[in-house]
């Protein structure tokens, strides 16, 4: 098993938010790097207290805010349904994925990871015009 630390990333390269993640095998693909994140994400706010949910995917009926989406009303939230979205923003262009200085395009690609190994998660925003 791998401990892996994750970033999200600005294009500028401030660091939004860090998680640590558990990988069974060295060998694996970003599908399976997203699918722990995120479920550590959810994990992690489901054994909390805490009316603010920080991770990838926006769920349902929460609002953004500075802190992260806040709940409105406090429930748990589903992993696996949070797992489909996030896998689906990324088939979309939601968000990319830098490994090892290296642009991931194909999340069934095999990825040899390491703790050292830098991962880093760009969301991108749509742009606003008048």
């Known amino acids: 098993m791998t401990i892996l630390t ?15 993640i558990k990988v069974e095998n060295e060998r694996t693909t970003l599908k399976d790097i997203i699918t722990a994140r995120v479920l550590t994400e959810v994990e992690n706010y489901n054994n909390s ?4 949910f ?10 953004k805010t500075l802190n992260g ?4 009303k406090r429930k ?17 262009n939601g968000f990319f994925v830098i490994v ?8 069934d690609e095999e ?7 830098k991962i880093s998660f760009f969301r ?3 742009l606003v015009g008048g």
């Open 54 to 63: 920080k991770g990838l995917i926006q769920p349902s009926d929460t609002e």
């Open 76 to 92: 748990s939230i589903d992993g696996e349904q949070q797992v489909y979205v996030a896998l689906y923003a990324f088939m979309r």
């Open 69 to 72: 989406f806040r709940v409105k």
């Open 6 to 20: 994750i970033k999200d990333e600005t294009a500028s390269g401030d660091i939004l938010n860090e998680i640590r």
């Open 49 to 52: 207290k805490s009316e603010y």
């Open 111 to 117: 990825i040899l990871v390491n703790t050292d190994t």
């Open 100 to 107: 090892d200085d290296e642009q991931i395009t194909d999340y």
């Open 124 to 126: 991108l925003t749509p």
